[in-house]
């Protein structure tokens, strides 16, 4: 059963960098599929920030692309998310989820999601 | 950026009800359209890929149909168990997006 789980900090200061891990379990990240990250503000809809595929090839939405950056590390089988310049707006629910390589691209598995939140 | 729209934004059933919730797009996406319920606290799951393909373990009760840019997800029976918010998304481009969401309630 594939399994994704967050992990990082749950109270990040405005102008500083947001880091999170998503850790995978019973599914090699080396052997395709997108890994993705998405988010969702409390009480509001889902938003996608990017995708990253085990080569390391990258697509992010372009709204954030200035100030993301995800990685891959196939040797632990995680990849990761750098936001930086965080600002209140940032403050989300983050999710990790398993992205289909083949289009049309759907989302099939989920981590729990961890809540970040954005306050001095 | 493609938007999707979802309609109603919240609708009220009874249990064993048909219920429609509508998506449309901005611009002619094929069926590059997924399906997601998310219920309170809970992690999105997805429950219809490719407009009208049923992922594996969700029930037929469920089925999802369009093309070009008005896309529906169906329940033909409600169960409480479904009472959900429902949220449609889109493949077709990056940046992939996803409507506001339904908010299906029990009356």
């Known amino acids: 059963q594939v399994q994704l789980q967050e992990s990082g900090p749950g109270l990040v200061k405005p102008s500083e960098t947001l880091s999170l891990t998503c850790s995978v379990s019973?599914?090699?990240?080396?052997?395709?599929?997108?890994w993705v990250w998405l988010r969702q503000p409390p009480g509001k809809g889902l938003e996608w920030i990017g995708n990253i595929f085990h080569s390391g090839n990258t697509y992010y939405n372009p709204s954030l692309k200035s100030r993301v950056t995800i990685s891959v590390d196939t040797s632990k089988n995680q990849f990761s998310l750098k936001l930086h310049s965080v600002t209140a707006a940032d403050t989300a629910l983050y999710f990790c989820a398993r992205g289909t390589a083949a289009r049309p691209t759907y989302f099939d598995y989920w981590g729990q999601g961890t809540l970040v939140t954005v306050s001095s | 950026d493609i938007q999707m729209t979802q309609s109603p934004s919240s609708l009220s059933a009874s249990v064993g009800d048909r219920v429609t919730i509508t998506c449309r797009a901005s611009q002619t996406i094929s069926n590059y359209v997924n399906w997601y319920q998310q219920k309170p606290g809970k992690v999105p799951k997805l429950l219809i890929y490719a407009a009208s393909r049923l992922q594996s373990g969700v029930p037929s009760r469920f089925g999802g149909s369009g093309s070009g840019t008005d896309f529906t997800l169906t329940i033909s029976s409600l169960q409480p168990e479904d009472f959900a918010t429902y949220y449609c998304?889109?493949?077709?481009?990056?940046?992939?997006?996803f409507g506001q969401g339904t908010k299906l309630e029990i009356k």
């Open positions: 998304q889109q493949s077709f481009n990056i940046p992939y997006t």
């Open positions: 019973g599914y090699s990240i080396s052997s395709g599929y997108y």
